[in-house]
């Protein structure tokens, strides 16, 4: 598992918009921003949207939640 990169495959389930990074900003459209197609690390909804993906692959793949431990 890729622990570096986890936090960039989480799926959004709204639209995230964010300013143009330092940089990247085209002349004569310093005014628009990005829209946010996958989580972003450091994005405050990025541990729980990968977690949430995680959880779902691993149900699909026939594992279960421990309820009683749900850490492990």
Request: some cysteine.
């Amino acid at each position: 598992m890729d622990v570096k990169t986890a936090f960039l495959n989480g799926e959004l389930d709204e639209e995230i918009y964010m300013e143009q990074p330092d940089g990247f900003v085209v002349d004569g459209q310093e005014g628009k921003v990005c829209k946010l197609l996958k989580s972003l690390y450091g994005l405050k909804k990025a541990p729980k949207q990968w977690h949430e993906k995680f959880e779902r692959t691993l149900t699909t793949a026939g594992f279960v939640v421990n309820e009683p431990d749900k850490c492990v």
